[in-house]
């Protein structure tokens, strides 16, 4: 099993950042891609982000391309989500997720296999 746990989350004013982390614990081996989602209330869940585990190839939405950056701390099995340049529209529960093999899309979030409790974020205009 695998355990995820975010941490970051908070109230912004537009314009501000916020930094997300996730920390991942257990059988966390083989991991092909981690990634971040986000859900706000009466829409689907969303992909944001996703950083190749391997290599470190990252990978963003359309929608926060030049204001969010993912990384990845290997030392600490940790993943960021820095956020800049935050709206009122990326108020969402933001998700960690980790997909184990390289099948299905890393852009879908039914082809990951472990979630984290979600973390609150909340831009104020």
């Known amino acids: 099993q695998v355990q995820l746990v975010e941490s970051g989350g908070g109230l912004v004013q537009t314009g501000g950042s916020l930094r997300l982390s996730c920390a991942a614990s257990?059988?966390?081996?083989?991991?092909?891609?981690m990634g971040w989602f986000r859900q706000a209330p009466g829409k689907e869940r969303e992909f944001v982000a996703s950083?190749?585990?391997?290599?470190?190839?990252?990978y963003y939405a359309d929608s926060v391309k030049g204001r969010f950056t993912i990384s990845r701390e290997n030392a600490e099995n940790t993943v960021y989500l820095q956020m800049n340049s935050l709206k009122p529209e990326d108020t969402a529960v933001y998700y960690c997720?980790?997909?184990?093999?390289?099948?299905?899309?890393?852009?879908?979030?039914?082809?990951?296999?472990?979630w984290g409790q979600g973390t609150q974020v909340t831009v104020s205009s």
């Open positions: 257990g059988r966390t081996f083989g991991r092909a891609d």
């Open positions: 950083i190749m585990w391997s290599d470190g190839s990252t």
């Open positions: 997720a980790l997909r184990r093999f390289f099948l299905g899309s890393r852009y879908q979030a039914g082809d990951y296999d472990y």
